[in-house]
C-alpha cells in the first residue's frame, strides 16, 4: 500500500503519466490510491484503539478484519495487474515492488502466526459471542462435585486431533501463516531496485527504506540491522550530488528527521544508563559519528544546493 504521503504522491503522479500509454494501469493504480487512502485511516484508527485498549473488542476485531480485506485485494490487484505491466517504468516498478512489501508488512502486523509485534497483536484463535449452550454454574465442572451426587469428570480436557484445531477468525480473509520471512525478502527486492534505479536523496528511495528500517526494529526485532540501515541511508543523502525540486526537498527533509530517530531507537535507556554512571566524568567521550551529526542539523534556510537536504 502506499503507506506514506510521499507513496500516495508517486503513486497519483505516475497513474496520470501513464494514463495515455496504458490507460487499464492508470485506472488500476488510481483503484489503488483510493484503497491505500482509505487503508491509512484505518491504521491510524487501529493504532490508536490498540493504546486504549489493549484487549481486542468485537469492534476492534472488525476493524481488523476490513484492514485485512483492504489488503488482501489491493495485493491482488497490483500482483495482477500492476507489477507485470511496470517492466518499461522504472519509478513505478520500484514503487510496485515497495507496495508489495507494505501490503506483506500489515499481514505481518496484524495476521502472522505467530504474532512478531505486540503493539499489533493477531486475531484470537476463539470469539465468544454469547451463542454457546447456556450451563448451571459448577455443572460438570472437573473440579466442583457434580449435581445430584454425580461425580466430577475424570481426566483433563482432550485437544483435537492435529489438523483440526479452531482456526483463528481471519483465516477466512487470508491464511494464517508466518509472512515474515517474504516480507523480509520483498523488502529486500524493493530496497535493491531503488539502489539501482533511483540516486541516493529520491524520496521514494528514502520512503522505503524508512518502512524497511521500521519493519526491522519492530517485526524481525533486529535493533542493530535497523539503526545500521538509517543511519547508511543518511550518509547517502548527504553525498548525493543530483538536484531536487523544493517539494522533494521538503518530504526529504521529513523523512531524513524520522530516519534520525530511527538510529537512535532502544538507545535511550542505555544511554542514560550510561551517563548516570558516569556523572562528574566529563573525558573519554567517544567521538560522534558522521550520520549522527548531519541527522540533527537542520537544513540551511538558503537555497538547496544540489544534493544536499
Same mark, same amino acid.
Given at each position: 500500500m502506499a503507506?506514506?504521503?510521499?507513496?500516495?504522491?508517486?503513486?497519483?503522479?505516475l497513474a496520470r503519466k501513464v494514463e495515455q500509454d496504458n490507460p487499464l494501469l492508470s485506472s488500476i493504480l488510481f483503484k489503488i490510491l483510493g484503497l491505500s487512502i482509505n487503508l491509512s485511516e484505518h491504521l491510524v484508527k487501529a493504532r490508536k484503539q490498540r493504546k486504549k485498549e489493549p484487549t481486542k473488542t468485537h469492534e476492534s476485531l472488525d476493524l481488523h478484519f476490513h484492514i485485512l480485506w483492504l489488503g488482501r485485494e489491493?495485493?491482488?490487484?497490483?500482483?495482477?495487474?500492476?507489477?507485470?505491466?511496470?517492466?518499461?517504468?522504472?519509478?513505478?516498478k520500484v514503487l510496485a515492488y515497495k507496495l508489495r512489501a507494505s501490503f506483506y508488512h500489515i499481514f505481518v502486523l496484524f495476521h502472522n502466526n505467530p504474532p512478531v509485534s505486540s503493539q499489533?497483536?493477531?486475531?484470537?484463535?476463539?470469539?465468544?459471542?454469547?451463542?454457546?449452550v447456556a450451563r448451571d454454574d459448577g455443572f460438570?465442572?472437573?473440579?466442583? #462435585? =457434580?449435581?445430584?451426587?454425580? !461425580? $466430577?469428570?475424570?481426566?483433563?480436557?482432550? /485437544?483435537?486431533? #492435529? =489438523?483440526?484445531?479452531?482456526? !483463528? $477468525?481471519?483465516?477466512?480473509?487470508?491464511? /494464517?501463516?508466518?509472512?515474515?520471512?517474504?516480507?523480509?525478502?520483498?523488502?529486500?527486492d524493493a530496497s535493491r531496485l531503488a539502489d539501482e534505479h533511483l540516486w541516493g536523496s529520491h524520496t521514494l528511495r528514502l520512503s522505503i527504506k524508512t518502512e524497511y528500517s521500521a519493519f526491522l526494529y519492530e517485526c524481525?526485532?533486529?535493533?542493530?540491522?535497523s539503526r545500521k540501515l538509517a543511519r547508511q541511508t543518511i550518509n547517502e543523502v548527504y553525498e548525493a550530488t543530483e538536484g531536487i525540486d523544493n517539494?522533494?526537498?521538503?518530504?526529504?527533509?521529513?523523512?531524513?528527521?524520522?530516519?534520525?530517530?530511527?538510529?537512535?531507537?532502544?538507545q535511550l535507556s542505555s544511554g542514560k544508563a550510561s551517563s548516570a554512571g558516569t556523572t562528574g566524568t566529563q573525558h573519554n567521550t567517544p567521538p560522534r559519528t558522521h550520520s549522527e551529526d548531519v541527522a540533527q542539523q537542520p537544513p540551511p534556510a538558503t537555497v538547496a544546493q544540489p544534493g544536499f537536504i
Amino acid at each position: 500500500m502506499a503507506s506514506s504521503e510521499v507513496d500516495q504522491k508517486f503513486l497519483g503522479r505516475l497513474a496520470r503519466k501513464v494514463e495515455q500509454d496504458n490507460p487499464l494501469l492508470s485506472s488500476i493504480l488510481f483503484k489503488i490510491l483510493g484503497l491505500s487512502i482509505n487503508l491509512s485511516e484505518h491504521l491510524v484508527k487501529a493504532r490508536k484503539q490498540r493504546k486504549k485498549e489493549p484487549t481486542k473488542t468485537h469492534e476492534s476485531l472488525d476493524l481488523h478484519f476490513h484492514i485485512l480485506w483492504l489488503g488482501r485485494e489491493g495485493l491482488v490487484m497490483l500482483e495482477q495487474y500492476v507489477i507485470p505491466m511496470v517492466g518499461n517504468y522504472n519509478e513505478l516498478k520500484v514503487l510496485a515492488y515497495k507496495l508489495r512489501a507494505s501490503f506483506y508488512h500489515i499481514f505481518v502486523l496484524f495476521h502472522n502466526n505467530p504474532p512478531v509485534s505486540s503493539q499489533f497483536m493477531s486475531t484470537p484463535s476463539r470469539i465468544d459471542k454469547g451463542k454457546g449452550v447456556a450451563r448451571d454454574d459448577g455443572f460438570g465442572s472437573p473440579t466442583l #462435585p =457434580g449435581i445430584h451426587g454425580r !461425580p $466430577p469428570y475424570q481426566g483433563g480436557p482432550v /485437544a483435537p486431533p #492435529p =489438523g483440526f484445531g479452531p482456526e !483463528p $477468525p481471519g483465516a477466512f480473509l487470508l491464511p /494464517a501463516v508466518d509472512y515474515l520471512s517474504q516480507t523480509h525478502r520483498y523488502f529486500e527486492d524493493a530496497s535493491r531496485l531503488a539502489d539501482e534505479h533511483l540516486w541516493g536523496s529520491h524520496t521514494l528511495r528514502l520512503s522505503i527504506k524508512t518502512e524497511y528500517s521500521a519493519f526491522l526494529y519492530e517485526c524481525v526485532h533486529d535493533e542493530d540491522a535497523s539503526r545500521k540501515l538509517a543511519r547508511q541511508t543518511i550518509n547517502e543523502v548527504y553525498e548525493a550530488t543530483e538536484g531536487i525540486d523544493n517539494e522533494m526537498f521538503g518530504d526529504a527533509c521529513q523523512l531524513v528527521a524520522v530516519l534520525g530517530k530511527m538510529m537512535k531507537r532502544g538507545q535511550l535507556s542505555s544511554g542514560k544508563a550510561s551517563s548516570a554512571g558516569t556523572t562528574g566524568t566529563q573525558h573519554n567521550t567517544p567521538p560522534r559519528t558522521h550520520s549522527e551529526d548531519v541527522a540533527q542539523q537542520p537544513p540551511p534556510a538558503t537555497v538547496a544546493q544540489p544534493g544536499f537536504i
